[in-house]
């Protein structure tokens, strides 16, 4: 159990929809960061927010987007849906940036998205 | 540009012997190295770590090494169980403070 909780933990959406993804933080961690884990691939980093301001992209178009809000909780939007936007998408919080100041990054369990 | 390399995409391993998972990497920026093992159905968890100041960091029956020269880092563990079967990354973090995971290591350890 770590703390972090991400809904819905699996949805199917029709390409060409949009999506929004949820993420409640663990408490006290004012860091949160999106991946998507493909099938057979390691998770890969698509943004970061610290203190409800994006810190960090990675190489994702803009259709993907992110808000972080005042009780540090996140979402990640997805628009225009594509076939290759099906994957497992993973929030991870911790109680500030990086894991090379002592900070531990715990993860959610993942919603897996299905585009059709 | 794969950045991270876990070149050996599965490993079968027998209850009580070592297991040494392998991760390659390219940045000589990074500066701080993870691993995390995940479960099906479940997000990663975080195992071990090491900085890049040190070559060996150790906890409990889990043992990291990095060859910085080398840009390699190894996991071991001793000794192996059964509950140790997960997929396991390696995840540098780069100056960014973002994690660069590889492609995973299935590691089946068979009692």
């Known amino acids: 159990e770590t703390g972090v909780t991400q809904s819905p933990t699996h949805l199917i959406k029709t390409r060409g929809q949009q999506v929004t993804l949820r993420c409640s933080s663990q408490s006290g961690h004012n860091t949160v960061s999106w991946y998507q884990q493909a099938l057979g691939q390691g998770p890969q980093f698509i943004f970061q927010?610290?203190?409800?301001?994006?810190?960090g992209r990675g190489n994702f178009p803009p259709r993907f987007s992110g808000l972080q809000f005042p009780n540090y909780s996140s979402e990640l939007n997805v628009n225009a849906l594509e076939l290759d936007d099906s994957a497992l998408y993973l929030c991870?919080?911790?109680?500030?940036?990086?894991?090379?100041?002592?900070?531990?990054?715990?993860f959610g369990e993942g919603s897996w998205l299905t585009v059709v | 540009d794969q950045q991270v390399k876990q070149n050996s995409p599965s490993l079968s391993v027998q209850e009580g012997r070592i297991s040494i998972l392998n991760c390659d990497y390219t940045?000589?920026?990074?500066?701080?190295f993870l691993w995390y093992k995940k479960y099906p159905a479940e997000g990663p968890t975080f195992l071990i770590s090491i900085s890049s100041i040190k070559d060996k960091n150790e906890d409990g029956r889990f043992t990291v090494f990095l060859n910085k020269s080398a840009k390699h880092l190894s996991l071991h563990i001793v000794p192996s169980q059964p509950g140790d079967s997960a997929v396991y990354f390696c995840a540098p973090e780069n100056p960014g403070e973002k994690l660069v995971f590889g492609a995973g290591t299935i590691l089946r350890v068979k009692s």
């Open positions: 940045n000589s920026m990074f500066d701080y």
């Open positions: 927010y610290y203190r409800e301001e994006e810190n």
């Open positions: 991870a919080s911790s109680r500030a940036q990086g894991a090379s100041s002592g900070n531990t990054i715990y």
